[in-house]
């Protein structure tokens, strides 16, 4: 599967949207891109260089997500 900018742009406003619950239910994730949890947060990692997480996020939201995308795939 390719994944374009606009995928992983997407995968991060899921997981911006649910940060405050712990994330996205792995059942939210499967349907909506047919991955696993665990591969939804291995690709916001992927994707975390300097555009990762859309400029017009908080530095709070920012910090938030990619630890939690860290702790998901360690």
Same mark, same amino acid.
């Given at each position: 599967? &390719?994944?374009?900018? *606009? *995928?992983?742009? /997407?995968?991060? !406003? %899921?997981?911006?949207?649910? %940060?405050? @619950?712990? =994330?996205?239910?792995? !059942?939210? &994730? ?7 949890? *665990? ?6 990692? *992927?994707? #975390? =260089? ?6 017009? %996020?908080?530095? @709070? $939201?920012?910090?938030? %997500? #990619?630890? #939690? /995308?860290?702790? #998901?795939? $360690?």
């Amino acid at each position: 599967m &390719i994944v374009t900018t *606009d *995928d992983h742009t /997407a995968m991060v !406003e %899921l997981g911006m949207r649910w %940060l405050p @619950f712990g =994330g996205p239910p792995p !059942e939210q &994730i499967m349907v909506t891109y047919g991955i696993t949890a *665990d591969a939804f947060y291995q690709r916001i990692l *992927d994707y #975390r =260089g300097a555009t990762a997480v859309p400029p017009e %996020l908080s530095a @709070f $939201a920012r910090s938030q %997500l #990619r630890p #939690r /995308a860290s702790r #998901r795939t $360690a």
